[in-house]
């Protein structure tokens, strides 16, 4: 018998959910802020949904443009001091923002800030009890898929208006009358009379 074909690899990234018409999903260039605080507490224990969103909020990454992701990891425990080190849990989060974004320099500067703050200070914001918190941000740069609208297309250039064409006018005439009415004539008889009484054969 024909050995059973094997399995398709599972994707690399998980797929986008249907996009509305128009966008696209793209390649795009972020920087990352990494911040890392030990909480004592069992990775069991801690509501993840809750430290993302305190996290989001220390850290300003709100989406479209800055995507977080958490991750949770049991402190490594040696069998020596296993029965004398508390459970505690390694919290990773990591804001990925558009590189070009608006929110750039209020991320970096939010992270950079949280690094500084004392294990209670992070406790206090994180609602967690965090033992210690890492002063160092690993800040570095990458790309992702991002879905994204494309430009808009580059509008024609308008055409002038067209020139309304002059309106026909009468071109007035400015050559004065020959007489004007008030002029008087002599008649041959030798009597002057106005121009205007004048008749056909006079």
Request: hydrophobic fraction near 35%; proline fraction near 17%; glycine fraction near 4%.
């Amino acid at each position: 018998p024909s050995p059973p074909s094997p399995s398709p690899p599972p994707p690399s990234r998980p797929p986008f959910s249907p996009l509305p018409e128009g966008i696209v999903v793209e390649e795009v260039p972020v920087i990352k802020f990494t911040i890392i605080v030990t909480i004592s507490a069992e990775v069991n224990g801690i509501d993840v949904t809750e430290l993302e969103a305190s996290f989001r909020s220390a850290q300003l990454c709100f989406a479209p443009e800055c995507v977080l992701t958490v991750t949770l990891q049991p402190v490594e425990q040696s069998a020596a001091r296993g029965a004398l080190q508390a459970a505690g849990t390694v919290a990773s989060s990591t804001a990925s923002v558009f590189k070009d974004g608006n929110t750039l320099s209020a991320v970096r500067n939010a992270n950079y800030v949280f690094a500084r703050n004392s294990a209670t200070q992070a406790g206090n914001i994180l609602n967690q009890p965090v033992s210690e918190v890492d002063p160092n941000v690993n800040e570095r740069e990458d790309t992702e898929p991002r879905a994204v609208a494309p430009p808009p297309p580059s509008a024609p250039p308008t055409p002038p208006p067209p020139s309304s064409p002059s309106p026909d006018v009468e071109p007035q005439s400015t050559d004065p009358p020959c007489f004007p009415s008030s002029a008087t004539v002599q008649r041959a008889d030798g009597e002057t009379a106005p121009l205007s009484s004048l008749s056909a054969g006079d």
